[in-house]
Structures are given as C-alpha cells and as structure tokens.
C-alpha cells in the first residue's frame, strides 16, 4: 500500500512539475453519436513542451519525442469496455500492429469512468505514461507513443476531425 501511495505521489508531482513547463496547445470536446443524438463524451487537452515548426502542426506534434500530454476529462460516466474498444479500434486506425501491446495499455482502465474522472497520458524520456485513476502503466518507445498520439491528432479518430484541429488551435502560427 505504502508503495502505490509513493508511487501516486511521484505521478501526481511529476504531471505538476512537468504541465508548468509545458504549453496547452488545444483543447476540445470528444463526442459519439448513435442514431440522431450526440453526446459529449469527455473534454480532451493537448500540452507540449516545444511546438515544432512545420507547416502540418499535427504530424509534427504526434511524431516530435519532445515532452508532451494528453489530459481527458469526462463528462459523462463511460463503462471502462467501451472506451477499451474505442481506443482499441483507434489503434487499429493508426495501423499499429501490436496487439499485446494495446491489449497492456488498455489494462489501466480498470473501472468505469465518472463524470469528472480524470486520464492522463504522457510522453517524457522516451516514456508514455497513461493515468487513470489509481493506476498507472510506463511503456518505453517511440513506437507506441507516435501510435497514441495518431488517434487525436492522425487517422485514429475517423468521425471528428474538427477536434483534431481544436487540439493544435494554439500551436499553429
């Protein structure tokens, strides 16, 4: 127990320290569909510590190893499975290959999400880190990270492009 306490503690000064160091370079709202109606499904902030001159911000962001993060907030309470095979199928999208690889990310969802729950994802020393709640998972590579980075800001989310955009409003010059 005093070891997942430390450790959160560590997570939470690490995400502290390093968001004041970094720029908000969007933010936007996911939302799904199903049949007429939408729904907002979290609130999403995109953060990096440089912002890359190139004339296509996106792709420079998702491919730059530069320190960078992902905070959602949800606004709405989502089962743990439906996000799981969203992201799942984002994965697929972004054309990453390793499934156990996804399969290990994925597990950090646990419990289904509130509304005003809280995930963190982010990429520091060749490290992306994903926090949900009381769990926390540190992959090593640039493989992975450029595959989670495709969902917001490449080919992951194919029915939203406009929060793809909203994500680099204040990176682009």
């Known amino acids: 127990m005093k070891k997942l306490l430390c450790l959160l503690a560590l997570t939470a000064v690490w995400?502290?320290?390093?968001?004041?160091?970094?720029?908000?370079?969007?933010?936007?709202?996911?939302?799904?569909?199903?049949?007429?109606l939408t729904f907002d499904v979290y609130k999403i902030?995109?953060?990096?510590?440089?912002?890359?001159?190139?004339?296509?911000?996106?792709?420079?962001?998702?491919?730059?190893?530069?320190?960078?993060?992902?905070?959602l907030e949800f606004l709405r309470d989502v089962e743990a499975d439906k996000i799981k095979d969203s992201l799942d199928g984002a994965y697929k999208n972004c054309d990453y290959k390793n499934k156990d690889k996804v399969k290990e990310l994925l597990s950090v969802f646990k419990t289904d999400f509130k509304?005003?729950?809280?995930?963190?994802?982010?990429?520091?020393?060749?490290?992306?880190?994903?926090?949900?709640?009381?769990?926390?998972?540190?992959?090593?590579?640039?493989?992975?990270?450029?595959?989670?980075?495709?969902?917001?800001?490449?080919?992951?989310?194919?029915?939203?492009?406009?929060l793809k955009d909203e994500l680099v409003k204040n990176a682009k010059k």
């Not at 995400?15 to 007429?36: C, P, W, Y």
């Not at 912002?51 to 296509?56: H, L, V």
């Not at 595959?147 to 029915?159: N, Q, S």
């Open 15 to 36: 995400n502290l320290a390093h968001a004041q160091d970094m720029v908000k370079t969007g933010e936007g709202i996911r939302q799904k569909s199903v049949a007429f």
């Open 45 to 71: 902030s995109h953060y990096a510590a440089t912002i890359p001159a190139a004339e296509d911000v996106r792709a420079a962001l998702a491919a730059s190893t530069g320190d960078k993060k992902f905070e």
């Open 115 to 162: 509304k005003g729950d809280v995930v963190t994802i982010a990429y520091s020393g060749g490290k992306t880190t994903f926090t949900s709640g009381p769990s926390v998972l540190s992959v090593d590579g640039d493989e992975i990270m450029q595959a989670t980075w495709c969902i917001w800001l490449g080919k992951g989310i194919t029915d939203q492009k406009k």
